[in-house]
């Protein structure tokens, strides 16, 4: 019998230690967790752990692997390091989890410094700007999350080093990059998750916004919906949360709220399917998106089953994302020919309803790209990518073949098909026609709209 949970208690590291759930976890793992909890960032809550993980196996559970950290996601060395560190003084164990922490790639794809933009001489703080009609807002006090993800590209947000943070403190600035760039039609606010400030913060940041005749959706990023299903059930905040999302409605822009859903059991507690009426009912519509990732949910029949069951809540399956090469990445990395049988397979499965969800798709530095197939060019084997999004917006759409690579799990691993260079890598090359209005100065994109 499940306890019933409906006061959000975070649970840290530390914490944990201290609760009933530690008593079942192998000495191995708890060994494994003590080090790799000092360098990944960890939180889960109450709720989480009393509905989403089966305790009696927790180290064979998909959900547990998605919350805790794993052996395999430091490599042997790093893991030696804050070992023998966590011996030494702290100094020296502050010193060993900065340097890992530099290893593992916290700002992949140019994120810090390409998608930045700037309003006269100011660089704006908490916006990224990279494809011409949608941007992304990162209110400040939206920067953590109900419970982590251990995969999370996001992860430099919550390990408190503030070189590496993006975030605004209020939305008068986006308000007016906004009305300076009437091309953008979306804005996604996103985190972190947004929904972690109370509901009076959030319509702080948001109502700026629905004066802004040029934008039409207001998106959330959130995992809330299923990490704190309450937050759109349980008391005054939650009606105050339902009432902004009917006021933004209301208003005449669309609510698209963007659900981060990883496995189908995440859709099983009843709470969770209240949420998303709840959500529903404010005239809202709700898509799903999470990234494939290996010993969590590499499985069709996982994927068939949480798109079939979306379906039945009225949430669109959107995208199936290629994990990101940042973090402890190569735990979690799936190739990309494996990923597109995956996604095949999973597609396959569905009604066409379902087919919505688009992947597997690599959220790479010059866009979006989705693998497409396989596929035999006089007797060589290649992949078919496309462009769903560019930087360049002439590159959306555009087919290239790649060499098939066994192991190739990024763009970054592929070769042209005939060798060369990709069209869209051409440097001191005339390339694509030239940059788009919205383009944010040379210094600030790193030149690559030559
Ligand atoms: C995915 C993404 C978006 C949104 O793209 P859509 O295809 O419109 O959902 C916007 N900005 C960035 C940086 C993204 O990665
Ligand atoms: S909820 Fe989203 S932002 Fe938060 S840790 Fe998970 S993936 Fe990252």
């Known amino acids: 019998m499940l306890r019933s949970i409906t006061q959000y208690r975070p649970v840290t590291a530390k ?72 011996n030494a003084t702290s100094t020296d164990l502050r010193e060993a989890v900065r340097v890992t922490r530099e290893e593992l790639n916290p700002h992949p794809a140019g994120q810090m410094t390409d998608n930045i933009p700037t309003l006269g001489e100011d660089i704006l703080d908490g916006i990224q700007h990279k494809y011409a ?73 948001v109502e700026p916004f629905l004066a802004v005749e040029s934008l039409k959706t207001i998106r959330f990023g959130s995992k809330a919906v299923t990490y704190w299903p309450h937050r759109f059930l349980a008391g005054e905040d939650a009606a105050d949360l339902l009432s902004l999302f009917e006021e933004i409605v209301a208003s005449g822009k669309s609510l698209a709220f963007m659900a981060h859903l990883t496995h189908s059991r995440e859709l099983e507690p009843p709470e969770v399917k209240a949420a998303i009426n709840a959500i529903r009912a404010t005239g809202a519509t709700i898509r799903t998106q999470a990234p494939l990732l290996k010993h969590v949910n590499d499985d069709p029949v996982v994927w068939a089953k949480l798109w079939t069951d979306c379906s039945a809540l009225g949430i669109y399956p959107y995208y199936m994302f290629v994990e990101r090469d940042t973090g402890p990445s190569g735990y979690f990395r799936v190739p990309l020919w494996r990923a597109h049988e995956i996604y095949s397979s999973a597609i396959s499965r ?32 290649a992949l078919s990518l ?16 790649a060499e098939f690579d066994e192991t190739a799990s990024w763009l970054d691993d592929l070769r042209p098909l005939g060798g060369g260079e990709f069209f869209f890598e051409a440097r001191g090359k005339p390339t694509e026609p030239a940059a788009p209005q919205w383009t944010a100065p040379e210094r600030i994109m790193g030149g690559v709209h030559a």
């Open 350 to 381: 569905v009604s066409g309803l379902s087919r919505t969800a688009r992947g597997p798709v690599m959220s790479s530095h010059p866009g979006k790209v989705v693998i497409d197939g396989i596929v035999e060019v006089h007797g060589q084997r």
């Open 133 to 205: 009609e949608t941007a992304l807002f990162f209110p400040s006090a939206g920067q953590t999350c109900h419970a982590y993800c251990s995969f999370c590209f996001r992860w430099p947000q919550f390990v408190g080093e503030p070189a590496w943070k993006i975030q605004a403190r209020e939305a008068a600035q986006a308000v007016s990059y906004l009305r300076c760039h009437q091309e953008i039609t979306d804005i996604l606010i996103t985190g972190g998750d947004p929904l972690i400030m109370n509901s009076k913060n959030l319509r702080r940041y």
């Open 386 to 401: 496309r462009f769903l999004q560019a930087r360049e917006p002439t590159f959306v759409g555009r087919v290239f073949l």
């Open 15 to 86: 914490k944990l230690t201290e609760l009933r759930y530690w008593d079942n976890l192998s000495v191995d793992y708890r060994k494994t967790f003590l080090v790799a909890s000092e360098v990944l960032p960890f939180r889960v809550n109450e709720y989480v752990l009393e509905n989403f993980i089966d305790w009696s196996a927790p180290e064979d559970d998909p959900m547990f692997r998605l919350l805790f950290p794993q052996e395999g996601m430091l490599t042997r060395s790093q893991f030696a390091r804050i070992e023998a560190a966590q």
